[in-house]
């Protein structure tokens, strides 16, 4: 068990808390401790009478079955490789960023009548990390089809238009809006550069004391390390479906296992 807790703890925080709550609210719902319904995002629920928590909970409920098992690798890998190599030391901005993209999601949705974020929210992720990803890197759709990697967001899209309609794919597009504004008001939208955001995108202090970062540390290039641009990775995408609460439907397609990249 001690052993354990020691891996889990050697995960950086914000993949950790992502991926726990991920974990926390979709098992919540799958063993009958917590009604689904009160995990989605209903406007009146939430601004009248201040249930706030389903801010929270609408993002990271997950669903179940196996497709749930490729959205859950697709969102660790994605978020995982985002923290360690282009926010290294800097897991508060990360964590102060995705902040404002989680708000900003709840925004660019609202005439779409979402009710779980949990779909643009990872195309989000996913379409940042592609853009922060090596030169050259390719990904494999279901082992099937290898494509460069800056283009799998939008074969995403492609699938989910395909496989569950425009409503589905609109919730997809607008996680990627909101990830292509990240890109480029953070990261200049190039590798080398630096947003008109880049500067005023640094968590505050408190934020930072939170996550126990005592210093500073500049932001690097985008892109992450010199180590991680070395490295080209391969993703096997696999099906993954958006969940099915009675209020809305939809179809996701995810990651599978990353070859030869860690």
């Not at 999601?105 to 195309?123: A, E, H, S």
Request: hydrophobic share 45%.
């Amino acid at each position: 068990m001690d052993q354990i807790v020691a891996e889990i703890r050697k995960i950086p925080p914000v993949t950790r808390f992502v991926c726990g709550s991920s974990l926390a609210v979709t098992l919540s719902v799958l063993i009958g401790a917590v009604s689904p319904y009160t995990v989605l995002f209903t406007k009146e629920y939430v601004f009248k009478k201040y249930q706030l928590w389903r801010l929270y909970t609408a993002f990271f409920f997950g669903g179940g079955g196996i497709n749930y098992i490729f959205e859950f690798i697709m969102l660790y890998r994605s978020i995982n490789d985002i923290e360690s190599r282009s926010y290294p030391g800097r897991s508060s901005d990360l964590a102060w960023q995705l902040i404002w993209a989680c708000a900003a999601i709840v925004g660019t949705t609202w005439p779409l009548r979402t009710f779980i974020f949990t779909k643009p929210f990872l195309t989000c992720i996913v379409y940042l990390y592609s853009s922060l990803a090596p030169p050259g890197a390719m990904t494999s759709i279901m082992g099937l089809v290898t494509v460069p990697i800056k283009y799998y967001p939008y074969v995403m899209i492609g699938f989910d238009l395909l496989m569950a309609g425009p409503q589905v794919a609109a919730q997809s597009v607008a996680g990627a809006v909101v990830g292509h504004a990240w890109w480029w008001s953070v990261w200049g939208g190039e590798l080398g550069s630096q947003g008109v955001l880049g500067t005023y995108a640094r968590a505050p202090q408190w934020m930072r004391n939170l996550l126990g970062e005592t210093r500073n540390t500049p932001p690097p290039a985008a892109g992450g390390t010199a180590a991680g641009l070395r490295q080209a990775g391969i993703h096997v995408s696999a099906p993954r479906q958006t969940p099915q609460p009675a209020t809305s439907s939809g179809h996701n397609w995810g990651s599978g296992r990353r070859l030869g990249s860690d």
